[in-house]
């Protein structure tokens, strides 16, 4: 029998998908077309050494984990790599998730409970917001990087237990957190600070350590960008290490990740320390990209890193520029609300775009919507 309630509820959701034009697809990457949008800054899911590492990961350690860490999934390899990961980011201790969703919600989620008030950026990814609702804790969202706005917040809060949480590259829009100033917020306020450096890690920073620095109090970090694989770290002192280790529960009730990723990050993050040149790179084409997209009358908002927004008027111009960049080579995605406010394409640079590609795409922009 089927559950007419569901049914009902799953009617009235088509029904407004319909309307809205915002049915979502799951689609292949065009064959041969230039990756404009994936995560997968550096190149390394496909660089040699890091697939060599993989493979020998899985002969190393078997093919799965076998159950959670705390039972028998644990290996010495997750040891070597948390060890690893905290002494590049200079951080006490790391713990390793098996995706940064689950180390965000974890880690929040296990953190805080009705007696805490987090502070959340406007813009903040959504494992940062759902680990605060899972948590209980009290909402206080702040505009976007408006660091009055956050202080005139906390100054008003009652709360003694009080969290700022925010990304350090915002994923959207490419700009970056002050970070200095959450910092010195958090110690004037007494006030824990948690910055999601997933999409500054190992692009941004010298040898790509990121943007985070270790003023903050807990720093998430992730492997399925710059890094190339799958996978999260979470930064911290020893105390809060041993909690999560205890309280996390997508880390304590999971089956821990495949040994082999850990094998493998040992190696990605060896490649990354040393990709100096392709950071510079990134960033150098994504400064002459916003200067095409102002030159074409575009604005690319607030970018100042290798994410670089080319903000449209609605939605189906959105839809439209990126389909005739996909027609003539180009990956690149359009992002709509509810994702955004403004619908946009969104173009992700990485260091696989060589010159002539790189003229290509500024070729392809010129007249573009
Ligand atoms: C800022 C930020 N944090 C966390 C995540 C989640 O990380 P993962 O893809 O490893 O689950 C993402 C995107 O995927 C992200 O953009």
């Keep these: 029998m089927p559950n007419k309630a569901t049914d009902q509820d799953l009617d009235t959701f088509f029904e407004k998908l319909n309307s809205t034009n ?5 689609l292949v990457p065009p064959m041969g077309a230039v ?12 660089h040699p050494e890091l697939i060599h590492a993989l493979h020998e990961g899985i002969e190393l350690c078997g093919a799965g984990s076998t159950a959670s860490r705390l039972v028998r999934g644990h290996r010495a390899v997750f040891d070597s790599i948390e060890k690893k990961t905290a002494a590049w980011l200079n951080a006490p201790t790391a713990l390793f998730f098996a995706n940064g969703y689950a180390a965000n919600v974890g880690t929040l989620s296990a953190l805080c409970d009705a007696s805490y008030e987090c502070f959340v950026d406007r813009l903040a990814h959504a494992s940062l917001v759902d680990g605060v609702r899972l948590s209980g804790a009290k909402k206080s969202y702040f505009r976007h990087n408006d660091m009055e706005h956050l202080e005139s917040l906390l100054k008003k809060s009652k709360s003694t237990r009080k969290v700022i949480i925010t990304e ?3 994923s959207m829009d490419g700009d970056r957190a002050p970070m200095e100033t959450l910092e010195d917020l958090a110690a004037r306020h007494e ?15 010298d040898e790509g350590r990121g943007l985070s620095s270790s003023g903050a109090d807990l720093r998430v970090i992730t492997l399925g960008k710059a890094l190339g694989l799958e996978g999260a770290l979470v930064l911290s002192n020893e105390r809060l290490r041993r909690f999560l280790l205890h309280q996390a529960r997508p880390f304590v009730f999971s089956t821990a990740p ?14 990354a320390r ?4 392709e950071r510079t790179q990134i960033q150098n084409q994504a400064q002459i990209l916003r200067e095409k997209i102002k ?12 994410i670089v927004p080319l903000i449209l008027e609605d939605e189906k111009a959105a839809l439209d520029c990126a389909e005739t960049l996909t027609q003539k080579g180009f990956h690149v995605k359009a992002i709509r609300p509810p994702t955004v406010k403004e619908s946009r394409l969104r173009f992700s640079l990485n260091a696989g775009l060589d010159d002539a590609q790189f003229t290509a795409l500024l070729r392809a922009l010129e007249g573009i919507g």
């Excluded at 915002?22 to 799951?26: A, I, K, N, S, V």
């Excluded at 040393?274 to 040149?277: G, N, P, Q, S």
């Design 258 to 271: 495949l040994p082999a990723i850990a094998h493998a990050a040992l190696t990605a993050i060896d490649l």
């Design 295 to 306: 030159s074409e009358g575009y604005s690319s908002g607030l970018s100042t890193t290798h």
């Design 35 to 46: 990756d404009l949008c994936s995560n997968d800054y550096l190149c390394l899911s496909k």
């Design 22 to 26: 915002r049915e979502r697809e799951l």
């Design 274 to 277: 040393r990709m100096d040149a």
């Design 191 to 205: 006030s824990l600070l948690y910055v999601d450096d997933a999409h500054a890690v190992g692009v941004c920073g």
């Design 168 to 170: 350090s590259i915002f």
